[in-house]
């Protein structure tokens, strides 16, 4: 039990610093708009990256060479830059709650959602090489409860984060505060996009 404890609270430490995915998370709370989905999908994303972490980290730490990380890097870039843009044409427009569900937007929602998790090479490094390399002296037994203590921290994190911003929405009902909001993800989106030109170059 002790290494599932151990996977938890090594996850937690991980998880909570803030980032695109996790702002993304807040605001499709916000906007009560396929919550359920966009939390399952970063969950079981970070299982998956979890548990190839911990049994293939040898592989994959082999695998991924600098070449790779500047890739991800570029198309992180990119897409925070698309982001940015269509942040900015639509920061006036007023935010409706709980709209309709309809598939075409559902299908943007699983995009954004699959690309604010696989194209940050940081997902990858807390994942797969951090808590690989961690366990990677584990027993098999200790590296399964490991690998499940890690990844339900992910499942109650991300769910936490997604209906609590759902419950907090009511008080967020000013156009004037949505605004706002929409200012703050801006600057820091922007912000993300200097510290990744920062690891690019430094």
């Known amino acids: 039990m002790s290494f599932l404890l151990l996977g938890f ?64 890097n570029i198309f992180l870039i990119l897409f925070l830059v698309y982001f940015i843009w269509v942040k900015i044409k639509t920061i006036n427009q007023e935010i409706k709650i709980d709209s309709k569900k309809n598939k075409k937007y559902l299908f943007q929602v699983v995009f ?42 992910s499942f109650i994190f991300f ?7 759902k419950y907090l929405s009511k008080y967020l009902v000013s156009k004037k505060l949505w605004k706002i909001i929409n200012i703050l993800i801006i600057v820091f989106m922007f912000f993300l996009i200097f510290y990744v030109l920062i690891n690019i170059f430094k």
């Open 159 to 165: 769910f936490f984060l997604g209906y609590l911003s």
């Open 9 to 72: 609270l090594t996850s937690l430490s991980l998880i909570l610093a803030i980032g695109a995915q996790n702002i993304y998370v807040i605001e499709q709370g916000l906007k009560k708009q396929f919550i359920f989905i966009v939390c399952l999908i970063c969950a079981i994303s970070d299982l998956l990256l979890i548990f190839i972490g911990i049994f293939l980290f040898h592989y994959f730490s082999n695998f991924f060479s600098p070449l790779l990380e500047l890739i991800l």
């Open 112 to 153: 954004k959602t699959l690309s604010f998790t696989y194209l940050n090479p940081h997902v990858y490094s807390d994942t797969v090489f951090f808590l690989g390399n961690f366990s990677k002296n584990f027993d098999i037994k200790d590296k399964l409860l490991f690998g499940i203590g890690a990844s339900l921290t």
